[in-house]
C-alpha cells in the first residue's frame, strides 16, 4: 500500500526552525515528484514547494522564498522541508504529496496535479 506520513510539526516561537519529513511506504520516492501544501484555519490550501524527480527542480512560494528548503533523501525515503525564521502566519497543517509524472519542471504543481497525499502534520508558531 502507497503511504505517505508526514511528521516534524510542532509549536515554535516566531523565528524559530523546524525541519518536516515525509516518509513513504510502499514505493520508492526517487522517481517521484513531491510538493509540500498547507492550510491554515479558514484560509485556502496553498502550494509551498516542490521538488522533481529528475534533476532536483524546485519552487517555492514567494512567501517562503529564502526561508524554507525542499530537499530529498532517496537513501531514507524521504522528503524534507526545512523552515526557517518562521512567522505567525506559517501556522498551518502541512501535506506532502507525490506524483509518478513530471511535473515541477516549468511552475509549483497544483494539489490536484498529484496522485498521492498524506494526512498532515500541524505547525504552529507563536508570536
Known amino acids: 500500500q502507497l503511504q505517505l506520513v508526514e511528521s516534524g510539526g510542532d509549536l515554535v516561537g516566531s523565528g524559530g526552525s523546524l525541519r518536516l519529513s515525509c516518509a513513504a511506504s510502499g514505493f520508492a520516492l526517487d522517481y517521484y515528484a513531491i510538493g509540500w501544501f498547507r492550510q491554515a484555519p479558514g484560509r485556502e490550501r496553498e502550494g509551498v514547494s516542490s521538488i522533481s524527480a529528475v534533476g532536483g527542480i524546485t519552487n517555492y512560494a514567494d512567501s517562503v522564498k529564502g526561508r524554507f528548503t525542499i530537499s530529498r533523501d532517496n537513501a531514507k525515503n524521504t522528503v524534507y522541508l526545512q523552515m526557517n525564521s518562521l512567522k505567525p502566519e506559517d501556522t498551518a497543517v502541512y501535506y506532502c504529496?507525490?506524483?509518478?509524472?513530471?511535473?515541477?519542471?516549468?511552475?509549483?504543481?497544483?494539489?490536484?496535479?498529484?496522485?498521492?497525499w498524506g494526512q498532515g502534520t500541524q505547525v504552529t508558531v507563536s508570536s
Open positions: 504529496a507525490a506524483s509518478k509524472y513530471g511535473l515541477g519542471y516549468e511552475r509549483m504543481p497544483l494539489w490536484d496535479d498529484y496522485e498521492y
